[in-house]
């Protein structure tokens, strides 16, 4: 039988990270599941993230603001998620920092 793999995403969190921290919790050739840390790190100002996969993303913890190309912004509070379509341009304008933006995200086809 097949051991268990048993973790907890909201445990044993970077301290004073000075970059994005992101933890490959799961992958095989049609699913990864990422555990995102962020704190006050958005992309880059310039260019969208253009990804082939889908995305489902929920946030654990913290405040987080994406914006979608041609379509405005989006407030993420703890609890919340979003589905973002395979090449929906989009980018992260904001993220806490106290309490960090802690996210679950899966990506498939």
């Known amino acids: 039988m097949k051991k268990l793999a048993k973790g907890n995403i909201l445990k044993n969190l970077p301290q004073n990270a000075t970059e994005e921290v992101s933890n490959i ?3 095989n050739q049609n699913i990864r599941i990422e555990q995102i840390i962020s704190s ?3 992309s880059p100002a ?3 993230y253009d990804q082939e996969e889908n995305e489902w ?3 654990l913890q913290g405040n987080a603001h994406i914006e979608f ?3 405005g912004i989006v407030l993420l509070r703890q609890g919340d998620h979003i589905l973002i379509d395979a090449h929906r341009k989009h980018k992260v304008i904001f993220t806490s920092k106290n309490p960090c933006s802690i996210w679950l995200a899966i990506f498939f086809k």
């Open 69 to 71: 190309e041609g379509s």
């Open 25 to 27: 919790i799961h992958k």
């Open 40 to 42: 006050g790190q958005t």
């Open 57 to 59: 993303v929920i946030l």
């Open 46 to 48: 310039e260019g969208w």
